[in-house]
């Protein structure tokens, strides 16, 4: 079995998290842990806010973090990856206020985006999407990634369950008339 040197930061920085905050873990903290060398480190990441990323895609949204399939159960997907949130609800509260460039929040509304892009492309088929639709996906993507960083935020008061609930019904709406000419298998919030 390879060893994941990404797995390791990931994990180190989680390890990390027990007794500091997101804010003052450095890379030399991260080192120290591992006893990995500062190349090592630069040739896997960025920087610690891409380090925080790729702890959100892996750990937290696995199911979004490979291509989009047209027949992707929505809202199970998505309940999986709110249980995740709540796993790591410490984590995911400090890095969403981290404001400098690469960000967590940033990465997460333009993740949200393009993978809910590519796969309404795969639900609508082989025509390109009309720009009403890319214009409703973008939207959808924006508002449920907003009120998801929110509910995080706010201590996660409200179930997994009713969270994607509402989320589901919300970005299911209006989508009928705009799957309306797909060659496709149409609107695939109807599940």
Request: hydrophobic share 40%; with cysteine.
């Amino acid at each position: 079995m390879a060893i994941s040197i990404e797995g390791i930061f990931c994990d180190a920085l989680l390890q990390l998290l027990k007794n500091q905050k997101l804010t003052s873990i450095t890379i030399q903290n991260l080192l120290d842990f591992t006893g990995a060398s500062r190349q090592t480190f630069y040739n896997h990441f960025a920087d610690k806010n891409d380090l925080i990323c790729r702890i959100y895609n892996t750990k937290i949204i696995p199911e979004y973090n490979v291509e989009p399939k047209i027949d992707m159960d929505f809202s199970k997907s998505l309940l999986n990856s709110f249980r995740n949130m709540t796993q790591y609800k410490s984590f995911l509260q400090q890095a969403l206020l981290l404001e400098d460039a690469g960000n967590l929040k940033d990465y997460i509304f333009a993740h949200c985006a393009e993978f809910d892009l590519q796969w309404h492309q795969l639900c609508y088929g082989t025509k390109p999407m009309p720009d009403a639709l890319r214009f409703a996906t973008k939207y959808h993507a924006i508002a449920s990634s907003s009120m998801t960083i929110s509910w995080i935020l706010a201590g996660m008061g409200t179930s997994c369950e009713e969270m994607v609930d509402m989320i589901t019904k919300m970005r299911g709406l209006g989508m009928d008339q705009l799957f309306q000419e797909c060659d496709g298998i149409g609107n695939p919030y109807n599940k």
